[in-house]
């Protein structure tokens, strides 16, 4: 049976966000680097900044596209 994946709680509050099952790979940070930030201890990204513009949200968009654990969500509020 899948474990349901759970938001970080360092994810800036907002729609967009980064469960735990985030294996640390940087492919979002290097798309979208002005939202997305790495844990002290480098193992997990997670949302630093909600997108302020169309521009940020598209690049986290495209972040999610590729994402290979498929752990950047969008809770859609």
């Known amino acids: 049976m ?3 994946s759970k938001r970080l709680e ?18 979002c940070f290097s798309i979208a680097l ?4 790495y844990s ?8 630093y900044q909600q997108p302020i513009d169309e521009r940020e949200e598209a ?3 495209e972040a ?4 290979p654990m498929d752990c950047i969500k969008d809770d859609g509020v």
């Open 2 to 4: 899948e474990v349901a």
């Open 10 to 27: 360092e994810n800036a509050p907002g729609k967009f966000y980064v469960t735990d099952a985030c294996n640390g790979c940087g492919l």
């Open 34 to 37: 002005q939202n997305f930030m």
């Open 40 to 47: 002290n201890d480098s193992s997990y990204y997670y949302i």
């Open 59 to 61: 690049d986290i968009r």
């Open 64 to 67: 999610m596209s590729v994402c």
